[in-house]
């Protein structure tokens, strides 16, 4: 599936992370809000990672990305940050800094997307249907 085809933030799996806390929506938001507050350092020592050719670094911080975007339903963003895992461990730093501005302008939008829709209480950004007509943000 290709990354358009994937919704920018999944409500399914916001409402499952939500479950896994008890069903507690206040601390859901919280998980997402310091998702958002963290994207721009976790972007920003992924980036200086690569490019200083520090792979193990880069692997952690990509990891980082991937699993912190699955847990918050950014599909999109961890599907970009899978493709750059991938990069990192056929050991090609050069692939992985050609991916990271296609992450960086996905995890934007995302970051951006959090923040209207789910933390601003418009859950309805996020709501079911096709990704295309869901949300109008395209990469």
């Known amino acids: 599936m ?10 399914a799996q916001l409402h499952r992370l939500e479950a896994s806390l008890g069903g507690d929506a206040a601390a859901c938001r919280g998980v997402v ?3 958002v ?4 350092p976790r972007f920003r020592r992924l980036s200086s990672t690569i ?4 792979l193990e670094g880069a692997m952690d911080s990509a ?3 991937f699993t912190s975007s699955h847990m918050v339903g950014a599909e999109r963003l961890e599907d970009h940050a899978e493709h750059l895992v991938e990069a990192l461990r056929h050991k090609d730093l050069n692939q992985a800094a050609r991916e990271l501005p296609a992450l960086g302008d ?3 939008l995302t970051v ?3 923040r209207v829709g789910y933390l601003a209480g418009r859950p309805s950004l996020h709501e079911s249907g096709s990704p295309a007509a869901t949300h109008s943000r395209k990469e």
């Open 51 to 54: 490019l200083a050719d520090d």
């Open 112 to 114: 951006a997307d959090l």
């Open 106 to 108: 996905c995890g934007d």
């Open 33 to 35: 809000s310091i998702y």
């Open 63 to 65: 990891l980082s990305v």
């Open 2 to 11: 290709s990354h358009s085809q994937r919704y920018l933030v999944s409500l």
């Open 37 to 40: 507050n963290m994207w721009g």
